[in-house]
């Protein structure tokens, strides 16, 4: 069962980046066929165009993500009065009360996702899978600085040497990635591709102000459990896929002269020529279906996995994942066709040292190798008496009450008593 799990957070992570990749470089028949043969650098057939929707694939992500309301309703576990739990506070419909956070609270980081995993995709269509997902760790960076900024959070000296170890990373990735773009006469050239990494380092500016903001609102209430993982991420999905309609009507406005979309004829991003497009080809449909789904799965196992393993495990699984959407990036380019995928570049050897200084950055940051880090780069702990549902008193009792933990959240957080992590802290994991 641990290996289907973490086998399941490995598939579906990697999926969704490969997914996402496919569908950018797949032909579709579009609603301008006479736009699309206008445009010098459409390689396509006649009446069709490569499926350059990404704010669209984004919302396919809100719809998953939303599905995890269903599960949280479906899984919520009731405490029966009768089993000596008198002391734990329980809600109208009988389960463990939570922390109340009104849904509305929902909407600021649903507002960042919306745009960080907007820039994110428009900037994995100038870029391979594998470099897009290795310019991700750039999360960790903005999570360090706004951890101090926002949450007034003191890091220790190490962790700062590992945010410096995980830019010269990027720097690497970035460099191997332009130099790449110049020694190539097709694509985009240079500036597409710095322009990519320009954007997909920027959102992760997004999605860790999201994850700052939402530990400033999820503190725990004493007396009450943490709001569940499966609630917090399918509220977001629904305020997410709320901006999203709305996003994408104003997108898809037409405009007046020369924007260089010409595709959908001034508009920056066409709603309906991309329902025409996955209503005309059966396999986008097929990718696009898929991937909601599977955005679901890899959300509820990867809460799954922070509930039951390590951070160790869940670095080692985000690490893998960039090998595997790697390795099938070759085998579609070398195996499928040269459409689909990316082939070895004269500076593969770059990138791969830029993987391994990420690796390493990120390997530090978590504290996973305690011997490379010096003493002196660590400081005093400090011990923070911070709120939580259970106190370690009952942490015994709480374990052995078969109804208790029944729910995971609760038997989770007995777990957890006394050194829960933060969401800051386990950004990279």
Same mark, same amino acid.
């Given at each position: 069962?641990?290996?289907?799990?973490?086998?399941?957070?490995?598939?579906?992570?990697?999926?969704?980046?490969?997914?996402?990749?496919?569908?950018?470089?797949?032909?579709?028949?579009?609603?301008?066929?006479?736009?699309?043969?206008?445009?010098?650098?459409?390689?396509?057939?006649?009446?069709?165009?490569?499926?350059?929707?990404?704010?669209?694939?984004?919302?396919?992500?809100?719809?998953?993500?939303?599905?995890?309301?269903?599960?949280?309703?479906?899984?919520?576990?009731?405490?029966?009065?009768?089993?000596?739990?008198?002391?734990?506070?329980?809600?109208?419909?009988?389960?463990?009360?939570?922390?109340?956070?009104?849904?509305?609270?929902?909407?600021?980081?649903?507002?960042?996702?919306?745009?960080?995993?907007?820039?994110?995709?428009?900037?994995?269509?100038?870029?391979?899978?594998?470099?897009?997902?290795?310019?991700?760790?750039?999360?960790?960076?903005?999570?360090?600085?706004?951890?101090?900024?926002?949450?007034?959070?003191?890091?220790?000296?190490?962790?700062?040497?590992?945010?410096?170890?995980?830019?010269?990373?990027?720097?690497?990735?970035?460099?191997?990635?332009?130099?790449?773009?110049?020694?190539?006469?097709?694509?985009?050239?240079?500036?597409?591709?710095?322009?990519?990494?320009?954007?997909?380092?920027?959102?992760?500016?997004?999605?860790?102000?999201?994850?700052?903001?939402?530990?400033?609102?999820?503190?725990?209430?004493?007396?009450?459990?943490?709001?569940?993982?499966?609630?917090?991420?399918?509220?977001?999905?629904?305020?997410?896929?709320?901006?999203?309609?709305?996003?994408?009507?104003?997108?898809?406005?037409?405009?007046?002269?020369?924007?260089?979309?010409?595709?959908?004829?001034?508009?920056?991003?066409?709603?309906?020529?991309?329902?025409?497009?996955?209503?005309?080809?059966?396999?986008?449909?097929?990718?696009?279906?898929?991937?909601?789904?599977?955005?679901?799965?890899?959300? $509820?196992? *990867?809460?799954? @996995?922070?509930?039951?393993? %390590?951070? /160790?495990?869940?670095? +080692?699984?985000? =690490?893998?994942?960039?090998?595997?959407?790697?390795?099938?990036?070759?085998?579609?380019?070398?195996?499928?066709?040269?459409?689909?995928?990316?082939?070895?570049?004269?500076?593969?050897?770059?990138? $791969?040292? *830029?993987?391994? @200084?990420?690796?390493?950055? %990120?390997? /530090?940051?978590?504290? +996973?190798?305690? =011997?490379?880090?010096?003493?002196?780069?660590?400081?005093?702990?400090?011990?923070?008496?911070?709120?939580?549902?259970?106190?370690?008193?009952?942490?015994?009792?709480?374990?052995?009450?078969?109804? $208790?933990?029944?729910?995971?959240?609760?038997?989770?957080?007995?777990?957890?008593?006394?050194?829960?992590?933060?969401?800051?802290?386990?950004?990279?994991?």
């Amino acid at each position: 069962m641990p290996f289907l799990l973490l086998g399941s957070m490995l598939f579906f992570g990697s999926y969704n980046t490969i997914n996402n990749k496919l569908q950018y470089q797949m032909c579709a028949p579009t609603l301008y066929p006479e736009a699309a043969k206008a445009d010098p650098n459409n390689r396509c057939g006649p009446g069709e165009k490569t499926f350059d929707k990404p704010w669209l694939v984004n919302m396919y992500m809100f719809i998953g993500e939303a599905c995890l309301i269903i599960v949280y309703r479906l899984t919520r576990k009731k405490v029966s009065r009768a089993s000596g739990s008198a002391a734990v506070p329980l809600d109208g419909a009988g389960a463990v009360a939570e922390t109340r956070v009104p849904f509305y609270m929902f909407a600021i980081p649903a507002f960042c996702d919306v745009f960080g995993t907007g820039l994110a995709a428009v900037g994995q269509t100038h870029l391979d899978a594998a470099i897009w997902q290795m310019l991700r760790s750039a999360i960790i960076v903005f999570s360090a600085i706004l951890a101090k900024l926002l949450l007034g959070r003191n890091l220790e000296p190490f962790k700062w040497v590992a945010v410096l170890i995980v830019c010269v990373g990027l720097g690497i990735v970035g460099l191997a990635a332009s130099l790449d773009a110049k020694a190539s006469s097709a694509g985009q050239g240079a500036s597409g591709q710095l322009a990519g990494c320009a954007l997909t380092v920027g959102a992760q500016l997004c999605a860790a102000f999201q994850m700052t903001f939402e530990e400033k609102i999820l503190k725990v209430v004493p007396g009450q459990k943490k709001v569940s993982a499966k609630k917090v991420v399918g509220a977001e999905g629904i305020w997410g896929g709320f901006f999203m309609c709305i996003l994408l009507g104003v997108m898809s406005i037409p405009g007046t002269g020369e924007d260089g979309y010409p595709d959908v004829k001034g508009s920056f991003e066409s709603l309906p020529d991309g329902l025409y497009m996955i209503t005309h080809k059966w396999e986008l449909l097929f990718l696009s279906l898929t991937y909601s789904a599977s955005v679901a799965i890899y959300n $509820l196992s *990867g809460i799954t @996995v922070g509930k039951k393993f %390590t951070t /160790v495990v869940r670095c +080692l699984i985000d =690490s893998s994942r960039t090998v595997t959407v790697w390795g099938v990036s070759l085998l579609l380019y070398y195996g499928v066709s040269d459409k689909y995928g990316s082939g070895i570049t004269p500076h593969t050897w770059l990138q $791969l040292i *830029g993987f391994f @200084v990420l690796f390493l950055g %990120t390997v /530090v940051y978590n504290d +996973l190798a305690p =011997s490379l880090i010096p003493n002196c780069l660590r400081a005093e702990p400090v011990e923070e008496e911070e709120p939580g549902f259970l106190s370690n008193a009952s942490f015994d009792g709480i374990l052995a009450n078969p109804d $208790l933990t029944e729910d995971e959240d609760i038997a989770d957080q007995a777990r957890e008593v006394g050194h829960g992590t933060s969401l800051v802290d386990r950004v990279a994991a």
